[in-house]
């Protein structure tokens, strides 16, 4: 059993995105930027529960995982439409979306902007993504 850090869960939702489109960047773009694309902002991490590990170590054993994901096109349909890709995916891993949609214009890069926020479990026992639902 070891520790699922931060940087590994962000590199792991990173790849799975990739796997719908190859443009999948940490920060919102500017107008030089390549569109279509996916953001995906810094995760958060919330330890549940904690324990020892076989090395007698304390690490988390159950850990609730928080990340943003927005579709970045030049049309507000586009943008829904990715977004729902987004959502296809991640929901294949377990995550939930939680709260209200993101739905923006950005003026700098004169793109629209959706998506939402999605949870996960993370079970250090089972080394494996759980719903939190």
């Not at 919330?46 to 054993?61: A, S």
């Not at 250090?124 to 639902?133: G, H, M």
């Amino acid at each position: 059993m070891k520790e699922f850090k931060v940087s590994e869960f962000y590199d792991m939702v990173i790849t799975i995105l990739e796997e719908i489109l190859s443009e999948v960047v940490g920060e919102n773009p500017n107008g030089n930027a390549q569109f279509p694309c996916i953001v995906v902002q810094a995760p958060m991490r919330i330890d549940e529960v904690n324990g020892e590990n076989e090395k007698g170590k304390n690490i988390p054993i159950k850990s609730r995982f928080s990340i943003t994901c927005e579709a970045w096109t030049k049309k507000k349909s586009s943008s829904i439409a990715l977004a729902d890709e987004i959502d296809s995916k991640l929901r294949g891993y377990n995550f939930t979306r939680i709260g209200t949609p993101i739905d923006l214009y950005d003026e700098n890069t004169k793109c629209h902007r959706y998506g939402g926020s999605y949870e996960v479990f993370y079970n250090a026992l089972t080394n494996s993504l759980e719903r939190i639902k």
